[in-house]
T-cell receptor, first 117, second 112 residues
Framework: GENVEQHPSTLSVQEGDSAVIKCTYS??????FPWYKQELGKGPQLIIDIRSNVGEKKDQRIAVTLNKTAKHFSLHITETQPEDSAVYFC????????????????FGTGTQLKVEL | DGGITQSPKYLFRKEGQNVTLSCEQNLNHDAMYWYRQDPGQGLRLIYYSQIVNDFQKGDIAEGYSVSREKKESFPLTVTSAQKNPTAFYLC???????????FGPGTRLTVL
């Protein structure tokens, strides 16, 4: 099955700096890679996702890059703000189209991001 | 107000008791999922259902059971056979044929 590794486990940055979180996956058939943000005591919220047919996707201060050959993808947050402080999870799956059924996501272990004033 | 609701937010049970966690969605989503989250770990899939009256085991189904009698509801029962039931339980749903999953607020279960 799929295995997703995520680094670092904790990340502390100064407000306004950039933050980068990296994930690697093992299943070469995976083609869907979402990123979730989870605040304390709440459910994860999808912040951005990417599919294997593109190498990069941006949404304002957030971007995700994907290297299919190396099987790794990264989350980039620019101009960090205190409200960016949360736990971020990456995930990977083969997607519904490939499996013909439910989308079984495999998650990384999370990165605790702290944005300091 | 559309979304996924999970109740209760906090649940306490004595060891050896079965307990059922509720998950309801009014998004008209076909697929629903249950995940378990432990400190320092990612989310792990317990069960998922693509349509009413059908569900499949995830990676850690032992000690859990589910039902899908209605499209909008996917309750999870944590049985006494689950050795370490204390965890944060998250329900998610997605549209038919879509990869994006949306999560509920979660239920924190503590077994005393």
């Amino acid at each position: 099955g799929e295995n997703v590794e995520q680094h670092p486990s904790t990340l502390s940055v100064q407000e306004g700096d950039s933050a980068v979180i990296k994930c690697t996956y093992s299943d070469s058939a995976s083609n869907y890679f979402p990123w979730y943000k989870q605040e304390l005591g709440k459910g994860p919220q999808l912040i951005i996702d990417i599919r294997s047919n593109v190498g990069e996707k941006k949404d304002q201060r957030i971007a995700v890059t994907l290297n299919k050959t190396a099987k790794h993808f990264s989350l980039h947050i620019t101009e960090t703000q205190p409200e960016d402080s949360a736990v971020y999870f990456c995930a990977a799956s083969r997607g519904v189209r490939l499996t013909g059924g439910g989308n079984k996501l495999t998650f990384g272990t999370g990165t605790q991001l702290k944005v300091e004033l | 107000d559309g979304g996924i609701t999970q109740s209760p937010k906090y649940l306490f049970r004595k060891e050896g008791q079965n307990v059922t966690l509720s998950c309801e969605q009014n998004l008209n989503h076909d697929a629903m999922y249950w995940y378990r989250q432990d400190p320092g770990q990612g989310l792990r899939l317990i069960y998922y259902s693509q349509i009413v009256n059908d569900f499949q085991k995830g990676d850690i189904a032992e000690g859990y059971s589910v039902s899908r009698e209605k499209k909008e509801s996917f309750p999870l029962t944590v049985t006494s056979a689950q050795k370490n039931p204390t965890a944060f339980y998250l329900c998610a749903s997605s549209m038919k044929g879509a990869d994006t999953q949306y999560f509920g607020p979660g239920t924190r279960l503590t077994v005393l």
